[in-house]
């Protein structure tokens, strides 16, 4: 089974950069989708983008269509959230979630899940 780990969590200020990795070692990974997901303290798990198998499918949640896009390296076993033009309520723990059908990646229990990332935004 595929099992994720993501990374580059930390603190940046408003309107700067993060790029967030999701990596899965040891699978194969270009059998997955991979969608990108955010809990902020006290809120409802919020969807972010998500990305097919092959790379050709994305996904946008309103909050942060524009801003937000996300990459996959299938060599690398790795997906990227890249974060742009950051505000403080993108402040949250950011988890990544694999399923091999990407309409199956809704934030439930039946996707595989990452340990999550903590990024905090300063205004």
């Known amino acids: 089974e595929v099992q994720l780990v993501e990374s580059g969590g930390g603190l940046v200020q408003a309107g700067g950069s993060l790029r967030l990795p999701c990596a899965a070692p040891g699978c194969t990974f270009d059998a997955y989708a991979i969608g990108w997901f955010r809990q902020a303290p006290g809120k409802d798990r919020e969807g972010a983008p998500r990305i097919g198998n092959g790379g050709a499918s994305t996904y946008y949640a309103d909050s942060v269509k524009g801003r937000f896009t996300t990459s996959r390296d299938n060599v690398k076993n790795t997906v990227y959230l890249q974060m742009n033009s950051m505000k403080p309520e993108d402040t949250a723990v950011y988890y990544c979630?694999?399923?091999?059908?990407?309409?199956?990646?809704?934030?439930?229990?039946?996707?595989?899940w990452g340990q999550g990332t903590l990024v905090t935004v300063s205004s």
């Open positions: 979630a694999a399923d091999t059908d990407i309409r199956a990646i809704v934030g439930g229990k039946d996707e595989v």
